[in-house]
């Protein structure tokens, strides 16, 4: 076992494969840092913007035809954000998901959790009746619209780029951990399981997908990536004092 390499405090310092769509990285090594960690990015997916998708929306924002825009995740908010011209009420799934929109000048709220199925709950009975609009991948969401449109809302999805599998193996030779920031991220990696390797989750919609996959997490975070650190930091404690 090498898992345990240095320490810093009271946690053991740990090297993490995070996966990433390339260029999606940005601030990462200095969230881990501040939890006592390093980390590098490797790609399992990239990114196909579908430009025709993303014109269609932003023409549709422009004219109106929506009541409040929904952004699942930083990507498409980095993408299309400054596009967009007074938008209506838009709601970000997390800080850093804001964070892309208030670098294009447009404010929006954050939900609670790092979670699509708590969009609903969070907009109340202020739903009913309204058009919302949801610019993403190109990967399911059924439960989402399901939710909207039973809370009396009008979903208006628009799949705004496509996710691929890159089929490069992950370099994790020298990581110690591997977190999996999505179920695609997982089910599309080309990695190989090493007894010594911490395999973690960023939230529960991944770690049931890596539970059928066979390879369970021992770290689940709460969607976010200070979230899983939070919780490795946990973990490693629980560990070092058992």
Same mark, same amino acid.
């Given at each position: 076992m090498h898992?345990?390499? +240095?320490?810093?405090?009271?946690?053991?310092?740990?090297?993490?494969?995070? +996966?990433?769509?390339?260029?999606?990285?940005?601030?990462?090594a200095e969230r881990c840092e501040r939890y006592g960690h390093s980390c590098y990015s490797v790609h399992p997916l990239r990114s196909e913007p579908h430009g025709n998708v993303i014109s269609d929306f932003v023409a549709a924002a422009g004219a109106?035809?929506?009541?409040?825009?929904?952004? +699942?995740?930083?990507?498409?908010?980095?993408?299309?954000?400054?596009?967009?011209?007074?938008?209506?009420?838009?709601?970000?799934?997390g800080p850093q998901t804001a964070k892309e929109l208030e670098a294009a000048g447009i404010s929006s709220e954050v939900l609670p959790s790092f979670y699509s199925r708590d969009f609903v709950p969070y907009l109340g009975d202020w739903i009913r009746g309204k058009r919302i609009g949801i610019p993403r991948a190109d990967v399911p969401n059924e439960k989402l619209l399901?939710?909207?449109?039973?809370?009396?809302?009008?979903?208006?999805?628009?799949?705004?780029?496509?996710?691929?599998p890159t089929n490069e193996p992950l370099?994790?030779?020298d990581a110690d951990a591997i977190l999996f920031t999505?179920?695609?991220?997982?089910?599309?990696?080309?990695?190989?399981?090493?007894?010594?390797?911490?395999?973690?989750?960023?939230?529960?919609? +991944?770690?049931?997908?890596?539970?059928?996959?066979?390879?369970?997490p021992r770290v689940v975070g709460d969607g976010s990536l200070?979230?899983?650190?939070?919780a490795l930091n946990r973990y490693l404690a629980d560990r070092?004092?058992?």
């Amino acid at each position: 076992m090498h898992i345990l390499i +240095t320490c810093r405090g009271d946690v053991s310092l740990m090297k993490i494969a995070v +996966t990433r769509l390339a260029g999606k990285e940005k601030d990462d090594a200095e969230r881990c840092e501040r939890y006592g960690h390093s980390c590098y990015s490797v790609h399992p997916l990239r990114s196909e913007p579908h430009g025709n998708v993303i014109s269609d929306f932003v023409a549709a924002a422009g004219a109106g035809a929506f009541d409040c825009l929904f952004f +699942t995740s930083a990507l498409p908010a980095k993408i299309i954000a400054p596009l967009l011209n007074a938008p209506p009420r838009v709601i970000a799934i997390g800080p850093q998901t804001a964070k892309e929109l208030e670098a294009a000048g447009i404010s929006s709220e954050v939900l609670p959790s790092f979670y699509s199925r708590d969009f609903v709950p969070y907009l109340g009975d202020w739903i009913r009746g309204k058009r919302i609009g949801i610019p993403r991948a190109d990967v399911p969401n059924e439960k989402l619209l399901t939710a909207i449109a039973r809370a009396g809302g009008i979903p208006r999805e628009y799949r705004c780029y496509g996710l691929e599998p890159t089929n490069e193996p992950l370099f994790i030779n020298d990581a110690d951990a591997i977190l999996f920031t999505s179920a695609m991220s997982y089910k599309k990696a080309a990695w190989t399981p090493r007894s010594d390797l911490l395999v973690m989750a960023i939230g529960e919609i +991944t770690a049931d997908t890596m539970r059928s996959g066979g390879h369970p997490p021992r770290v689940v975070g709460d969607g976010s990536l200070e979230g899983s650190l939070a919780a490795l930091n946990r973990y490693l404690a629980d560990r070092e004092g058992a």
